[in-house]
């Protein structure tokens, strides 16, 4: 426990000169406006412009803004690791230096850890969310990486966000080894957690100065998912885990629907002479029951009240089978679009196709069907 501050804003920064000053002083402004007894926590590595000396001679005017230079092991996220170390409070927040963060939500993300979140989100994906004037190779490198991280944090909409708060316990005790940009990602991945909420935010491109994004920073990220998985699999009692646990047994789920299906289409044809198209439908149609009562009551381990069970239980159902039937048709599309357009072989197209399905299915239906 460390009680000096209320929070700690923590400001990573490389080469921010141009930004700096102001952004300091918005958070500045929006802790005392708010009354909110905080620290600023400027995280610096060995920047080249005049950045570190402007803090410096910003801590003079600001009693309680603070920086520390790192000299070695370079990096966002080991940055942001050591503002958590330093810190002088239980709450940290973290945000950019340049402006994409709109520091006037700092006391919103405080209310709510305040209320018991363990943490809070800045999302661009959420409900009343966005992002402004990004570049399309932008947009779609943070859709591939969001889409990544939502197969290990389903509940969360927007896991790579920079924009954050958590508590000091979801962290304290774990060890965080983070590369590259994605820091929530470790959080949530290595630490200890509850309760989430995201806060809708429109993510504005830096006006000044550049992004540092690269490509190494790409492969950091697809580095940081496989250490992710390989910790979860080694401390097991953590998120990724449980989702694991999930994903596995929906898959399996999933493969003894293919079995029964498979087996009733025989069945049906070959004794009791339906017609192949009919008992295909009917097969199709019982397999989607089976997928539903095992993913019910092993997946997903559903204890209803009993007065709410059967009309909840038929909800279930109802969504389940939207999302089989949708997934149904994305098969088919894919299956059809690959063949026929890229003249890949039938055969492989359908396999993409239910590989792509088989993650629609079940991130869909986590967050629908089975939402927790
Ligand atoms: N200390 C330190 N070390 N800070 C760094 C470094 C570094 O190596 N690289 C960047 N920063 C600081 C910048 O000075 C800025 O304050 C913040 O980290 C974000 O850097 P940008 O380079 O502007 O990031 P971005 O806009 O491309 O990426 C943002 O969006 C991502 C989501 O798409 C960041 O918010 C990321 O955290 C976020 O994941």
Known sequence: MRTQYEITVIIPTFNEEVNIA???????????????????????????????KIVQ????KYNNLKIIVRHSDHGLSQSVVEGFRQANSDIFMVIDADFSHPPCLIPHFYDEIKKGADVVIGSRYTHGGGIKQWPLKRRVLSLGATGLGRILFPEVTDPVSGFFALRREVIEGYQLRPRGYKILMEVLGKGQWKS??????????RQEGESKLSFCIISDFAKQILNIIAYSFVF??????????????????????????????YLFTEYLGLYYLIASGIAIEISILNNFLLNDCWTFKIKDEPDLYIQNWFH???????????????????LYFLTDFFGI?????????????????YLVNRNLTWKA
């Open 316 to 334: 279930r159902f109802f969504s389940f089978q939207c999302v089989s039937i949708v997934g149904l048709l994305i098969n088919m599309g894919i």
């Open 196 to 205: 989430i909420i995201e806060i809708p935010f429109t993510f504005t491109d």
């Open 22 to 52: 102001g952004i300091i002083e918005a958070v500045y402004l929006t802790l005392s406006t708010n009354k909110i007894h905080g620290e600023i926590l400027v995280v610096d590595d060995e920047s080249r412009d005049k950045t570190i």
């Open 57 to 60: 001679d910003l801590t003079l």
């Open 345 to 361: 072989y039938y055969l492989i197209s359908n396999f993409i196709g239910i590989l792509i399905v088989f993650f629609w299915n």
């Open 236 to 265: 097991r009692n953590n998120h990724v885990w449980n989702e694991w646990k999930k994903l596995t047994r929906f898959g399996l789920v999933g493969l003894s629907g293919v079995f029964v299906n498979t087996g009733l289409l």
